[in-house]
C-alpha cells in the first residue's frame, strides 16, 4: 500500500509569489492533517481537515489556506510568501480525526 | 499557552550505551502523547500513550507516561547507529475539537559508533 504521498519534493520560490502543495492520504483515511517544520524545531499544527471539511486551525495567518477534495486529497496554499515561510511542509492522513497520523516525507519550500 | 518540553535537545553517545529522552507537557484536555523518529523527513511512529504507568515496549525502545507529573520517558537499550535520528514527543489536546498535535522541539540523538 502506498503511503502519504507529497508533491512536490523541493520547491524555491520568490518573495511574494504563491505556492500550492498536495497531499494524498492512505487509502482509506478521511482525515488529512498539515504541519510547518522550520529548521531545528518540531513540527507545528496549520490545518486538520475531515470528510472535506476544516477541523482545526492552527496559529497561522490567513494568508495560509487548505482544502480537501471528495478523493481525500488535499492541498495546502501560501500566498504573499515571506522568507520566514522556507520550511518542511508535513501532511499527515489517519483514518479519524485524532487517531493513528501517519506522515508523509514533506514538501522542502524555500522562499528566497 | 499550550507546550511541549523535550529534554535534552542533542546527546551524543556510543553505540551500545542506553539513553533516557524526556518530555514534559502542559496542554488543556490531554488525550495522549506520542512519540515519532524523525531520521531525513518523515516522522514515523513509535508509540501512543494514553495511561499512566503502562510501559509500552517495541524491541530496544520502550515508553511510559507519568499523568500526574505530566511527562514521559523514551528509553533506548544497547543503542546502535541507526538509532541516530530526532525524536519527537507530541501531545494530542482538546476535548472535542481538532486543534492538531502540539510538538516539543526534538531530542537530536547521535549514536558513535
Known amino acids: 500500500d502506498a503511503g502519504v504521498t507529497q508533491s512536490p519534493t523541493h520547491l524555491i520560490k520568490t518573495r511574494g509569489q504563491h505556492v500550492t502543495l498536495r497531499c494524498s492520504p492512505i487509502s482509506g483515511h478521511k482525515s488529512v492533517s498539515w504541519y510547518q517544520q522550520v529548521l531545528g524545531q518540531g513540527p507545528q499544527f496549520i490545518f486538520q481537515y475531515y470528510e472535506k471539511e476544516e477541523r482545526g486551525r492552527g496559529n497561522f495567518p490567513d494568508r495560509f489556506s487548505a482544502r480537501q477534495f471528495p478523493n481525500y486529497s488535499s492541498e495546502l496554499n501560501v500566498n504573499a510568501l515571506l522568507l520566514g515561510d522556507s520550511a518542511l511542509y508535513l501532511c499527515?492522513?489517519?483514518?479519524?480525526?485524532?487517531?493513528?497520523?501517519?506522515f508523509g516525507s514533506g514538501t522542502r519550500l524555500t522562499v528566497v | 499557552e499550550d507546550k511541549v518540553v523535550q529534554s535534552p535537545l542533542s546527546l551524543v553517545v556510543h553505540e551500545g550505551d542506553t539513553v533516557t529522552l524526556n518530555c514534559s507537557y502542559e496542554?488543556?484536555?490531554?488525550?495522549?502523547l506520542l512519540w515519532y523518529k524523525q531520521e531525513k523527513k518523515a516522522p514515523t511512529f513509535l508509540f501512543m500513550l494514553t495511561s499512566s504507568g503502562i510501559e509500552k515496549k517495541s524491541g530496544r525502545l520502550s515508553s511510559i507516561l507519568d499523568k500526574k507529573e505530566l511527562f514521559s520517558i523514551l528509553n533506548i537499550t544497547a543503542t546502535q547507529t541507526g538509532d541516530s535520528a530526532v525524536y519527537l514527543c507530541?501531545?494530542?489536546?482538546?476535548?472535542?475539537?481538532?486543534?492538531?498535535?502540539?510538538f516539543g522541539k526534538g531530542t537530536h540523538l547521535i549514536i558513535q559508533p
Open positions: 507530541a501531545v494530542d489536546h482538546s476535548g472535542g475539537g481538532a486543534d492538531g498535535l502540539t
Open positions: 499527515a492522513s489517519s483514518t479519524t480525526v485524532r487517531y493513528g497520523y501517519t
Open positions: 496542554v488543556t484536555n490531554f488525550r495522549s
